[in-house]
């Protein structure tokens, strides 16, 4: 049985292209638009489960693990709004860059090159976002198993994926890979996209229940994402540890 969930071929992709994390305009154009977005969700979910009040730091003493962090798109927000964040990539390229930008903003964030399975921590973590990473890992169950065995119990684990539908191979790979060049060609693969009621079943078998699941959906007219009904290409689940 394998125990590795590291794919070579996806971490050199993203180690090519890592010195552009944090170029609006560059490579990951489309997560710098995707982020306010998820941002937003996390925040008010994680106020919402944990009725947290304060309002200068509303994720005062929130213990997060940002799984497949990059650059630390997601990790330095979080910080910010006054989390605890460690963040694990298994690209070093990823995780040199990350420290090098949380050091040159003065946010205090842990990160180690590293994948869940082989990360080991004597505190687990209140919170665990799987943002956009599952589609890229070389197993998804070992994956996910290793991901809960971090997670405190009544913890969270958010995941954002793409669903595994026609529409999503128009739109997220045909359309922003070919036709649009949003993303560089390759970036996903079809194969490897996962519908809601995979993941479910995966989590359900870790003692993970679904608390809600809702859809990230772009909108050409106002050139932004916003969380609706449709669930047919993206989608992001939060999940609950009994």
Same mark, same amino acid.
């Given at each position: ?7 070579? =071929? =996806? /971490? ?5 292209? &890592?010195?552009? !994390? !944090? ?7 489309? @997560? %710098?638009?995707?982020?306010? /977005? +998820? ?16 309002? +200068?730091? *509303? ?20 910080? +910010?709004?006054? &989390? ?5 990539? #298994? ?6 860059? &990350?420290?090098? %930008? ?13 994948? *869940? =399975? ?14 956009? /990473?599952?589609? %890229? $890992? ?20 958010? $995941? ?11 739109? #997220? /790979?045909?359309? &922003? ?5 949003? @993303? *560089?060609?390759?970036? %996903? ?31 050409? @007219?106002?050139? +932004? !994402? ?17």
């Amino acid at each position: 049985m394998k125990n590795n969930t590291i794919n070579k =071929e =996806e /971490i050199e992709k993203f180690s090519k292209i &890592a010195d552009e !994390w !944090w170029d609006p305009e560059g490579k990951f154009k489309p @997560l %710098h638009k995707f982020n306010p /977005i +998820r941002i937003s969700y996390l925040k008010e979910n994680i106020i919402e489960t944990f009725k947290l009040n304060n309002k +200068r730091t *509303p994720l005062k003493n929130v213990k997060i693990l940002d799984i497949g962090c990059g650059g630390g798109l997601l990790s330095e927000p979080m910080c +910010r709004l006054g &989390a605890s964040v460690t963040g694990i990539d #298994a690209s070093k390229k990823n995780i040199d860059i &990350a420290k090098l %930008h949380s050091k040159k903003n003065n946010l205090k964030i842990d990160y180690f090159c590293s994948s *869940p =399975e082989k990360f080991k921590v004597k505190d687990k973590f209140d919170v665990i976002l799987n943002m956009e /990473i599952v589609e %890229h $890992v070389e197993d998804i169950n070992i994956f996910l198993k290793s991901c809960t065995n971090l997670l405190k119990k009544n913890g969270i684990m958010f $995941v954002a994926t793409l669903n595994k539908t026609l529409k999503s191979y128009i739109f #997220a /790979i045909v359309g &922003a890979e070919y036709i649009l060049r949003w @993303l *560089p060609i390759g970036t %996903h693969e079809w194969e490897k996209f996962v519908t809601p009621n995979e993941l479910i079943s995966i989590l359900k078998k870790n003692n993970l229940k679904l608390d809600k699941i809702d859809g990230m959906n772009f909108s050409i @007219l106002t050139n +932004r !994402w916003k969380v609706g009904n449709d669930k047919s290409v993206n989608y992001i689940a939060k999940f609950v540890k009994n």
